[in-house]
């Protein structure tokens, strides 16, 4: 018997979907049905998103986040997604990677935020560990204090889902649109958001380097099944994750004089 | 050391409450617990809904709560709401089935409750029930402790 593919077999499935620019209000969609109705585990791996958009966290106030009035001047798309944490925006330089898994795909991986994050920084520092100091700090994935990676998740009864927005590059101006949020991180000790991030581009090969490298990580946790976008069963389901309308984002920023 | 200890265990049988040394977290003695660590408060045909003091300990610092509308019928075992700590949303399951009488709508500006006072000012749910019967499916705070410690213990 071959010992190689015997280890494979006590692996579990993961399907692997990966995607080129699809719509990150798109994906947030797919996730958000997979999680709900479906039992697999999941890979959703989208490179870039066709044009720049914020995408909040569930408990997301616009007036706190974000700068509305240049917002709405440019017409910039804002999400309010179904996961919590902090707010993003996001471009085609982004890369997309999201993992949804059953309770048991992890052995005695307790479902609470703290342990399943712990859990993908070890994944990642597996898949990171050529191309500098990879750490996981408060929840954020950083080479040494310069963030690269914002981090948010969702757990239910039995299944969790950690997605992650990884700053392959970004525009400057657009991170204009975002305010400095009220909680923030210690080890940004004060810093603008330009100042504590940092571009992948800088320090990772290319962007294939990155998700073979991610990829080949997450083979040693489950075995992969490459699915195509168009062969997920869609499964009725409403998603949360939403567009803010024109009237709701100026409701804000009248009630709140911001 | 010792003393201490003797005299915590006589002021949480006083106080109604255990305690497990492992983690300390407070389990009372007059609720029943789900093992998706929620409690109910029974009083006649209805309930009171929240989240362990474990439960919220796990978490961490609650940031969000977000509540079901008052008259929506909630089922045993199904999510009705959600908490926000560290980045992540986390289901509530509903431990009882019955219609939502009351929400507890300090949480919209106090999340915080939930850590602070898990069996009393936090309580997110109230509940008509349904189906009184559930409730013997719920363990004691005997055996919800005794769960806590073994769940524990396997991570």
């Known amino acids: 018997m071959n ?59 616009p007036s706190e986040l974000i700068n509305i009035k240049s917002v709405i001047h440019n017409q910039v798309p804002v999400i ?15 890369i997309f990677v999201t993992l949804i898994c059953n309770r048991e795909a992890v052995p005695l991986l307790q479902l609470y935020p703290q342990p399943i994050m712990s859990w993908t920084g070890t994944l990642y520092q597996d898949a990171l560990r050529d191309f500098g100091k990879f750490s996981l700090r408060e929840n ?119 | 050391m010792a003393s ?9 049988s006083y106080l109604r409450i255990s305690t497990f040394n492992r983690a300390f977290s407070t389990v009372l003695k007059d609720l029943k617990y789900a093992e998706t660590h929620e409690w109910v408060k029974v009083d006649g045909d209805s309930a009171t809904v929240g989240i362990t003091d474990h439960a919220q300990d796990h978490l961490g610092d609650v940031v969000y709560v977000e509540l079901p509308e008052v008259g929506v019928t909630v089922g ?27 929400v507890n709508d300090q949480l919209s500006e106090a999340p915080g409750l939930v850590n602070g006072s898990p069996y009393e000012k936090g309580w997110i749910i109230k509940v008509k029930l349904s189906d009184e019967g559930e409730l013997n499916s719920l363990m004691d705070s005997d055996k919800y402790t005794k769960f806590c410690e073994e769940e524990d213990t396997k991570h």
């Open chain 2, 4 to 12: 201490r200890l003797l005299w915590a265990s006589r002021a949480a």
């Open chain 1, 3 to 61: 010992l190689n593919n015997a280890k494979k077999s006590v692996l579990p499935i993961m399907n692997l979907v990966r995607m080129q620019g699809v719509p990150i209000l798109d994906q947030l969609h797919l996730e958000e049905r997979l999680l709900r109705c479906d039992l697999k585990n999941w890979c959703i791996v989208n490179v870039g998103t066709p044009q720049p958009t914020i995408v909040m966290g569930i408990s997301g106030k």
């Open chain 1, 80 to 94: 309010r997604r179904f996961t919590g944490g902090g707010t993003v925006i996001v471009d085609k330089e982004t």
């Open chain 1, 140 to 258: 954020d994935y950083v080479f040494d204090n310069l963030k690269f990676g914002g981090n948010a998740q969702s757990i239910t009864k039995n299944k969790w889902i950690h997605h992650t927005s990884f700053l392959w590059d970004y525009d400057e101006r657009n991170m204009e649109y975002l305010k400095h949020p009220q909680r923030t991180p210690k080890y940004r000790s004060e810093r603008s958001h330009i100042e504590f991030l940092c571009r992948m581009k800088d320090i990772i090969p290319s962007k294939s380097v990155f998700i073979e490298k991610t990829l080949n990580s997450l083979q040693k946790h489950f075995v992969l099944q490459p699915i195509k976008s168009d062969d997920i069963s869609n499964a009725p389901y409403a998603p949360s994750s939403r567009l803010l309308t024109r009237q709701e984002l100026e409701h804000d920023l009248l009630s709140t004089g911001t």
């Open chain 2, 76 to 102: 045993q075992g199904a999510n009705f709401g959600a908490v926000e700590s560290v980045k992540a949303t986390s289901d509530i399951i509903s431990p009882v089935s019955g219609k939502v009488v009351e």
